[in-house]
């Protein structure tokens, strides 16, 4: 590893994490991919991978981490697209997971309020079932 340039250690950690998530081993897989991410662009197909691998790990820091990136995920897609609203409806299941529930009531409230079709059927049954699971 000492002896690849710098380029080269990067294609071999995202061939060792990729190898990890395909073997089913998450933990180590988030680990490397988040590792990528801090140490270089962060591009969004990396940001949303290390989100939803930080969310399946579900522990408390690991939803904490996952929930900031889906923030930055959302932050880099356009309002009221696909890929933006998935972005919310994760936030609100990892506040729901740490136990916010109110947080996670706000904002899908707010996304209501912003847009009442929610980005289609399938986004506004995932918004229903998630808000169900609030006791609302």
Sequence with gaps: RSQLSEAQQRVLDECLADAYLASGNVIDAAVIYESLLKSGPATED????????LERRGDAASLTRAKTYWGQFE???QPGSQG???ARLNIARCALKLGQ???ARKLIALT???YPA???PQ???EFDRLQTE???
């Design 46 to 53: 990396r940001v949303r991978v290390v989100a939803e691998l």
């Design 75 to 77: 932050r880099s897609q």
């Design 84 to 86: 933006w609203f998935d």
């Design 101 to 103: 529930r109110d947080e």
């Design 112 to 114: 209501r309020l912003a």
């Design 118 to 120: 929610l980005g289609g």
């Design 123 to 125: 986004m506004q049954q």
């Design 134 to 136: 609030l006791g609302n």
